[in-house]
């Protein structure tokens, strides 16, 4: 088992930027590659960045490439989501998720444990 909990959302004018936390309890959670998910309302969950168990892997979604980074820290059993050049399109509940074998998958059928979401707001 392996618990996430989300942090760092908050609201941000159009140009701005966040990082994101999550933060994972439980054993052997660095064997687990992560992601990052978004859902804004009215819309379907949607893949936004993953990473490897190594970290030696990213992979993003093209709507975020080149402004959102990846990254971990398994010392601390965390997993960060900078998030750069922020638009009100990024405006969406973010979420983190851990699966085994992945393969840095888009698809949220491929992770097996999720975290509650922290609120990004991104004003125009």
């Known amino acids: 088992q392996v618990q996430l909990v989300e942090s760092g959302g908050g609201f941000v004018q159009a140009g701005g930027s966040l990082r994101l936390s999550c933060a994972a309890s439980?054993?052997?959670?660095?064997?687990?590659?992560m992601g990052w998910f978004r859902q804004a309302p009215g819309k379907e969950r949607e893949f936004v960045a993953a990473?490897?168990?190594?970290?030696?892997?990213?992979h993003y979604a093209d709507s975020v490439k080149g402004r959102f980074s990846i990254s971990r820290v398994n010392g601390k059993n965390t997993v960060y989501l900078q998030m750069n050049s922020l638009k009100p399109e990024d405006t969406a509940v973010y979420s983190c998720?851990?699966?085994?074998?992945?393969?840095?998958?888009?698809?949220?059928?491929?992770?097996?444990?999720w975290g509650q979401g922290t609120q990004v707001t991104v004003s125009s």
């Open positions: 990473i490897s168990w190594s970290g030696t892997n990213t």
């Open positions: 998720a851990a699966g085994t074998n992945t393969y840095n998958s888009n698809k949220y059928l491929a992770y097996d444990y």
């Open positions: 439980g054993r052997t959670y660095s064997v687990y590659d």
